[in-house]
């Protein structure tokens, strides 16, 4: 079976901080993909950022960075120099090339 | 490029109405997902069309939904009649051909369904 788990219901962190959101997933497959998405409120859900289980190298997007340990089935994503369009809900997800499976998601609020 | 689109963005009606929500994806994408969110829960996943064939239905909850994606085009979510743990948001998604695609979903902003 294939599951996406996030811990964190609700984070937050000052302006200008940083911050780590955590997911773990389950999956028989060795190959795959897992991302992080984000839906500002009343917005829809964008992709922050990817990453391919084939690859070690964590992948990064200007402030938005992965810390990805296959081996203990872990993506968390960290957030530098939070600002106030961050606050959104974040979902993790992960794709094995036939469904995608989400997390419950973790709202995070930016404090000013 | 317009994105994917949905409709209505929220709908309010009473147990044992019918509601009909719309999805439109991104032209050219053949894959179009429905899934829905209820009480801040995760995301679960619905059906999955290619074009305009039923690829996987196997979320959907009981056959008081129906789905259909006229001509590959736009798609519809029925719900008949409607039942009180329906209430949720209902997201629809899009995505190229599986064999040019990085995985990437776009998705609409959601339509979300009250029943009272």
């Known amino acids: 079976a294939q599951t996406v788990t996030q811990s964190q219901p609700e984070m937050s962190v000052q302006e200008a901080e940083t911050v780590t959101l955590s997911c773990t997933y389950d999956t028989s497959e060795s190959d795959y993909y897992l991302f992080w998405y984000k839906q500002p409120p009343s917005r829809q859900m964008i992709l922050v950022i990817r990453q391919e289980a084939y690859k070690q190298q964590n992948a990064t997007e200007n402030r938005f960075s992965v810390n990805f340990q296959k081996a203990a089935k872990s993506f968390s994503l960290k957030i530098s120099d939070s600002q106030l369009g961050d606050a959104a809900m974040y979902f993790c997800?992960?794709?094995?090339?036939?469904?995608?499976?989400f997390g419950s998601g973790t709202k995070l609020n930016v404090k000013p | 490029e317009a994105g994917v689109t949905q409709f209505p963005s929220h709908s309010v009606i009473e147990k044992g109405q019918t509601v009909t929500l719309r999805c439109d994806p991104i032209s050219g994408h053949d894959n179009l997902y429905w899934y829905r969110r209820v009480m801040g829960k995760e995301i679960k996943f619905l059906l999955h069309f290619v074009k305009e064939s039923k690829q996987d239905e196997s979320g959907m909850p009981n056959n008081r939904f129906l789905a259909e994606r006229t001509g590959g085009t736009y798609s519809t979510l029925k719900v008949q009649p409607a039942e009180l743990e329906d209430s949720g948001v209902y997201f629809c998604?899009?995505?190229?051909?599986?064999?040019?695609?990085?995985?990437?979903?776009?998705f609409g902003e959601g339509s979300r369904l009250t029943v009272l």
């Open positions: 998604a899009s995505s190229q051909d599986r064999r040019r695609t990085n995985g990437e979903l776009f």
């Open positions: 997800v992960l794709y094995n090339f036939n469904k995608f499976y």
